[in-house]
C-alpha cells in the first residue's frame, strides 16, 4: 500500500516537436530504475507508434489510442492513473500526451477528485521544435496554451537553427510564460534529473489557483474549443489514416510516394523494412519536409507491425490509399 501520492510528469508538445525522442533518452539515461517507473502514451490514432519506441524490459508501459485524453479518451486516462497510484512499487509516471492535447483539459482531468490523495503533479514539461516556431496547420492556438501551462520548456531541435533565431523564440515564450524554466536541447537530449527533480519544479503552487476553480469536465473537443477564435483553432477534421506494409518496399518507391503525398499530410511515421536490408527494422518520422530514417534495435521488434500513420486536417483518404498502392505493389 501507498504511503506517498505517486508523482506525475506530463510530456506535451505540438505532433513531430521531439516528446518521443526526448522520453527516451530519458529513460536511457535516468538512475530511476526501469521497474520504478510507469508510462502512458496517448495517441491520436488508432495505432500508437510512439508506445512501440518506448517499450523495453521491466518498464510498465500502457498506451492510449484512438481519442485524445484531454476528451475523447479522459476516463481512460483517469482509470489508468487510478490503477497506477495502487502500486507501491512506483516513484513516477510519464504520461505523454498527443500533439493535439489541450494542456488544461489534461491537468483538470488529472486533478480530479478521484486522484487528489493518490497523487501529485510533479511538472509539466512541454517540447518546443525550434525549427518550426510557432508552428503551423492552424495549431498555434493549442501550442499557446501547451506553452501557458508549461513549467518547463525544451526548446528542441536547436541544431536547425541559427543563434538569432534561438533568442528571438526565447523571447517570444517568455512573452506568453514568464515563469517557466527554457533549455535548448537537440534530438530531446536533457540531463534526465532536470525532469525528475522535485525541487526544481514549482508546478504544485502554480496550478492551486486551478485545483481552486473546480472541476467543470466541459469536454473539450478539438476545433470548437470556445477559449479560441474558429480560425485559430485545430479542426475537428484532424483525422489519422493508418497504412500496413506487409512485406519490405523499395527505397526509391518508398521515397516517390512521400514526394507525392498531398499538403493534407501534416505529420507521418511509424516502422518500415527495405528491400535491400529487409531484416532491418526502420522508424520513420516526417513533420512537413522534415524526414527522417532510424535503424532501432527494438526489444520487440518482431512484434511490431510495419505501416505507416498519417496524420492532417481532412486528409484526402482515397488519394493517400491510391498513391500507396505503389508500396503494396513495390517488387521484393
Known amino acids: 500500500m501507498r504511503t506517498q501520492p505517486l508523482p506525475l510528469l506530463v510530456l506535451t508538445g505540438f505532433l513531430?516537436?521531439?516528446k518521443t525522442s526526448t522520453l527516451q533518452h530519458w529513460l536511457s539515461h535516468t538512475d530511476v530504475p526501469l521497474k520504478r517507473i510507469a508510462v502512458i502514451i496517448n495517441d491520436f490514432g488508432s495505432v500508437n507508434v510512439d508506445a512501440s519506441l518506448l517499450g523495453r524490459r521491466q518498464l510498465e508501459l500502457r498506451s492510449i489510442t484512438g481519442g485524445c485524453v484531454c476528451c475523447q479518451?479522459?476516463?481512460?486516462?483517469?482509470?489508468?492513473?487510478?490503477a497506477l497510484s495502487e502500486n507501491p512499487d512506483l516513484d513516477l509516471v510519464w504520461i505523454e500526451t498527443s500533439g493535439l492535447a489541450d494542456p488544461e483539459e489534461v491537468l483538470d482531468h488529472l486533478t480530479s477528485p478521484e486522484l487528489q490523495e493518490r497523487t501529485v503533479m510533479q511538472s509539466m514539461v512541454l517540447v518546443i521544435d525550434g525549427s518550426d516556431f510557432p508552428c503551423s496547420w492552424r495549431g498555434r492556438a493549442v501550442q499557446e496554451e501547451q506553452i501557458r501551462y508549461a513549467d518547463?520548456?525544451?526548446l528542441n531541435k536547436v541544431d536547425r537553427i541559427d543563434e538569432k533565431k534561438r533568442q528571438g523564440i526565447e523571447i517570444a515564450l517568455r512573452k506568453i510564460n514568464p515563469s517557466a524554466r527554457i533549455?535548448?536541447?537537440?534530438?530531446?537530449?536533457?540531463?534526465?534529473s532536470l525532469l525528475n527533480d522535485k525541487g526544481a519544479?514549482?508546478?504544485?503552487s502554480r496550478i492551486h489557483g486551478h485545483?481552486?476553480?473546480?472541476?467543470?469536465?466541459?469536454?473539450?473537443?478539438h476545433g470548437h474549443d470556445h477559449h479560441h477564435d474558429e480560425e485559430d483553432a485545430l479542426p475537428h477534421a484532424a483525422s489519422t489514416l493508418f497504412l500496413p506494409l506487409h512485406a519490405p518496399v523499395e527505397r526509391p518507391v518508398f521515397q516517390r510516394?512521400?514526394?507525392?503525398?498531398?499538403?493534407?499530410?501534416?505529420?507521418?511515421?511509424?516502422?518500415?523494412?527495405?528491400?535491400?536490408?529487409?531484416?532491418?527494422?526502420?522508424?520513420?518520422?516526417?513533420?512537413?519536409?522534415?524526414?527522417?530514417?532510424?535503424?532501432l534495435p527494438l526489444e520487440n521488434a518482431a512484434d511490431i507491425a510495419t505501416g505507416l500513420v498519417l496524420i492532417g486536417p481532412n486528409l484526402e483518404?482515397?488519394?493517400i490509399r491510391e498513391l500507396a498502392e505503389a508500396l503494396v505493389s513495390s517488387p521484393t
Not at 183 to 192: K, L
Not at 201 to 204: D, I, Q, T, V
Open 16 to 18: 513531430g516537436s521531439g
Open 73 to 82: 479518451s479522459f476516463e481512460e486516462l483517469v482509470g489508468q492513473v487510478q
Open 152 to 154: 518547463l520548456i525544451l
Open 183 to 192: 533549455i535548448s536541447t537537440q534530438r530531446g537530449e536533457i540531463e534526465p
Open 201 to 204: 519544479s514549482n508546478f504544485s
Open 211 to 221: 485545483d481552486d476553480e473546480g472541476h467543470s469536465h466541459h469536454h473539450h473537443e
Open 257 to 295: 510516394f512521400l514526394g507525392t503525398l498531398p499538403t493534407s499530410v501534416f505529420r507521418a511515421k511509424g516502422f518500415i523494412r527495405f528491400a535491400e536490408s529487409p531484416e532491418q527494422l526502420h522508424t520513420f518520422q516526417q513533420v512537413r519536409d522534415q524526414a527522417e530514417l532510424l535503424v
Open 317 to 319: 483518404e482515397k488519394r
